[in-house]
């Protein structure tokens, strides 16, 4: 029988192995998607800048940090980190165009000419 999903226990779970080991890049990671899916912000902001940090080069890492800072209205900010996304090789244009994280960078004529330079997946 699978576990029910129950992201308090995983938030718990994951910051004790955090505490053991602070550069854990795929914990650190985990929990910053858990802290925005249950509405903590601030804490997946956080862990998307510590994720950056320890993983530099990743255009992920660069895109969940450009989706927490547009949660939080820090539009050019998220602009930023979204282009570097883009520099690493991001390059999902229809998730990006599409996820409700950077719904408040849509209108923005930057974020449409990043969609522009970014392929059609085939």
Request: contains cysteine; proline residues 4%.
């Amino acid at each position: 029988m699978a576990r029910k999903e129950d992201p308090a226990f995983d938030i718990t779970f994951y910051e004790s192995v955090l505490r053991r080991d602070p550069r854990y890049a795929d914990v650190v990671e985990i929990l910053g998607g858990l802290y925005t899916k249950t509405g903590r912000i601030a804490d997946g902001l956080r862990m998307d800048r510590k994720l950056v940090k320890l993983r530099p080069g990743n255009a992920t890492a660069h895109y969940n940090l450009a989706c927490s800072l547009a949660l939080v209205k820090r539009k050019a900010d998220a602009l930023r980190a979204l282009r570097r996304a883009i520099e690493l090789g991001y390059d999902d244009r229809e998730w990006m165009a599409e996820d409700p994280d950077l719904a408040g960078l849509k209108k923005s004529a930057v974020f449409q000419s990043m969609l522009k330079e970014l392929k059609p997946q085939s």
